[in-house]
């Protein structure tokens, strides 16, 4: 009578092995999607959180503030309306991935937040990666938007 053997054949190791290369390689693909979605809720994020704070600083300082979008470096400024003082940058390609492909800017002048919460003009951000698109548009009267596509 032989004796049962202690461990895995050769062929039980290499069918699990198979089976789980199968599953992540499609499960790749997911999460990639899945990444990218979760950069561009985060970068709308920031972004509203810093157009809101340019909205509250030129009340709080009683000095106008100007809202400058660099699309060669791919950052938004918040700055005094000289342009000594940055309040606020946020670099969007290094802190959240994204590329000039991804983020369209109108208008592409710098926007005045003036101390009695009034702005010179409207303001709408697109940022989009892998099929996730937030489309951001803050209103002369500083409430900002957030809409997803």
């Not at 970068?43 to 503030?65: E, H, K, S």
């Not at 400058?68 to 470096?73: Q, R, W």
């Not at 989009?128 to 803050?138: E, F, I, K, P």
Request: no cysteine; charged share 20%.
């Amino acid at each position: 009578m032989p004796r049962p053997r202690r461990g895995f054949t050769m062929l039980e190791l290499m069918v699990v092995l198979v089976t789980a290369g199968v599953l992540s390689g499609l499960s790749i693909g997911k999460i990639s999607d899945i990444i990218a979605q979760q950069r561009v809720a985060k970068a709308a994020a920031a972004i509203t959180n810093d157009l809101q704070q340019a909205f509250a600083i030129a009340g709080r300082n009683r000095r106008p503030v100007r809202i400058v979008i660099d699309t060669a470096k791919m950052q938004l400024q918040i700055t005094d309306r000289s342009q000594t003082t940055n309040f606020r940058r946020t670099g969007l390609a290094s802190a959240y991935n994204l590329r000039a492909s991804n983020v369209r800017f109108y208008p592409s002048t710098p926007i005045e937040v003036f101390p009695n919460g009034l702005s010179s003009d409207t303001l709408s951000i697109t940022l989009s990666a892998n099929g996730s698109t937030r489309r951001l548009r803050v209103t002369r009267a500083g409430m900002v938007q957030i809409r997803t596509s």
